[in-house]
């Protein structure tokens, strides 16, 4: 009856240490998802929305609901996402964003994570009309966008991976495979071509 009583207890012990590992390393793991991915998918986000739909700083609810679908997309995240608008200068270019990812540890118990990042607008940091915009899609999303100038060549970007399909090549909107040795004169649109 003793020994019954013991691994019980150890039983019990275990279980509680899983779950509080769990638990810890789960809200460890959202926070370093948060701050890793934020910055780039914060910057990334403003710059396509100023870029493809032509924000005025001022259009505030319009702005942060594009942002909050995008910024969903590219954290890859089962968290639910709230985007905080904590202080806008329109003289300065200046946007402070804070994001909470609201989620549920294994327990069942509510966790949240923040993170904060200043954006600077500045449409004016490269001359678009000189510049040449290649985007990169799969299955209608943005996977990479650069800009470089005309003449110049542009990488292939990583082979993007899609569940059940295998990559073949990058097409271009005709679906001709993309020759990246032949420079590019204008904008242009890839798309990923799969098998």
Not at 7 to 16: K, Q
Not at 24 to 40: H, T, V, Y
Not at 135 to 143: E, G, I, M, Q
């Amino acid at each position: 009856m003793k020994q019954i009583a013991v691994l019980f207890s150890v039983f019990f012990l275990g279980v509680i240490t899983i779950v509080s590992v769990m638990a810890s390393g789960g809200r460890s793991n959202r926070e370093m998802e948060l701050a890793d991915n934020l910055p780039a998918a914060v910057e990334e986000t403003v710059s396509d929305l100023m870029e493809e739909k032509n924000y005025d700083i001022t259009s505030e609810n319009e702005m942060i609901a594009d942002m909050v679908e995008d910024l969903s997309r590219k954290l890859d995240s089962n968290s639910d996402i709230t985007v905080n608008i904590e202080n806008i200068d329109v003289a300065k270019g200046l946007m402070s964003i804070k994001v909470v990812a609201s989620y549920q540890h294994p327990n069942g118990k509510e966790g949240s994570v923040s993170c904060e990042r200043t954006v600077v607008f500045n449409k004016l940091q490269d001359d678009p009309a000189e510049l040449c915009r290649v985007r990169f899609l799969v299955d209608a999303r943005t996977y990479r966008t650069c800009n470089v100038w005309p003449g110049d060549t542009v990488s292939a970007p990583s082979e993007p991976t899609v569940s059940g399909k295998t990559f073949d090549c990058w097409v271009d909107v005709e679906g001709n495979p993309v020759d990246f040795t032949q420079p590019v004169t204008q904008s242009q649109i890839y798309y990923a071509k799969y098998s």
